[in-house]
């Protein structure tokens, strides 16, 4: 950030350079495997074969894409610049232990001092953790979770949200295990904390691919 001068008496006040350079940010590729729609099934079956196919490889693509970036904004392991925090509730019976309202607390003590701005604070609850939060606080349901939506209400200066398909981390080691591994017993699914200030997002395009149908095959392939 530029350097501010507070009741500055000397003068030319001076230039000092500010570094901006471009971050490359690259994009995955998402790719569907083709599926094939014969003539028989368009024109026989009352279901829109080709508009239910359409909608669901779209689908498919999306939860990839949600479940690829969750992961990717997820720190790949402790720093002082973006820490990993582990939870310090009382053991659920599997050897984890349970988020409490203190480790909530504790995130936010580390964004403080990070000085990272309150309004671009953002917060993405595992559902086990979620969960935790539940069953601890006999009050968390009735402050925290509008029951008609079934959404996280913000609090403490993040903008609540929850996700089902949050990374895995190593508890020992704080490292993220790589997008796509199987988790062993002793990892945990994390919450993730994250700053728009210091996140990027690079949406690319989606395309449709269709095959015509052949003379002896007699279907339509499409993909994503």
Request: hydrophobic share 40%; aromatic share 8%; glycine share 4%.
């Amino acid at each position: 950030l530029p350097e501010v001068l507070i009741n500055n008496t000397t003068y030319p006040i001076g230039v000092a350079d500010l570094a901006i350079t471009d971050i490359p940010v690259s994009l995955d590729k998402f790719q569907t495997k083709a599926t094939p729609i014969t003539d028989d099934e368009l024109y026989a079956s009352s279901v829109k074969k080709m508009e239910l196919v359409k909608d669901r490889h779209g689908k498919s693509i999306m939860i990839s894409l949600v479940k690829k970036s969750i992961h990717s904004l997820a720190p790949s392991g402790n720093t002082a610049k973006m820490p990993v925090l582990t939870t310090t509730g009382a053991d659920d019976g599997t050897g984890r232990k349970r988020l409490t309202f203190d480790d909530i607390l504790r995130l936010k003590t580390q964004a403080d001092e990070l000085e990272i701005d309150e309004t671009s604070r953002r917060l993405v609850l595992c559902s086990v953790h979620v969960n935790d939060l539940i069953a601890a606080h006999k009050d968390f349901k009735a402050l925290y979770y509008n029951r008609t939506s079934g959404k996280l209400l913000n609090m403490l200066s993040f903008e609540m949200f929850d996700y089902v398909a949050n990374p895995y981390y190593n508890p020992t080691t704080k490292n993220k295990l790589a997008f796509g591994a199987i988790p062993a017993a002793t990892d945990r699914k994390a919450s993730v904390f994250l700053s728009l200030d210091r996140a990027a997002e690079a949406m690319g395009w989606t395309k449709m691919y269709v095959d015509l149908p052949t003379t002896q095959d007699q279907r339509t392939l499409v993909n994503f």
